[in-house]
């Protein structure tokens, strides 16, 4: 299986949901997916909590932070 295309499922429209990217056709912000993951949720479990999500959203969504973290400069912030 090849990487989903995150542009053709992430849009990033100013007056949605505040401008954060969410999914195509949804008020799902890409930072709720990529965060349940982190906290364990497993992507059946999230397509359970919002069932207008396909697992490609969820590919997606991943596919966009991955590339969001290569074009930032992340600094580590003070404990």
Do not use: F, N
């Amino acid at each position: 299986m090849g990487r989903v295309r995150w542009q053709d499922r992430i849009v990033i429209v100013p007056d949605l949901h505040h401008g954060d990217p969410c999914i195509k056709g949804t008020r799902i912000p890409v930072a709720m997916i990529v965060g349940s993951l982190a906290d364990g949720m497993a992507p059946e479990e999230i397509r359970e909590a919002y069932p207008q999500l396909t697992d490609e959203d969820i590919q997606a969504a991943l596919a966009y932070a991955a590339e969001v973290i290569h074009q930032d400069i992340l600094a580590p912030l003070p404990a």
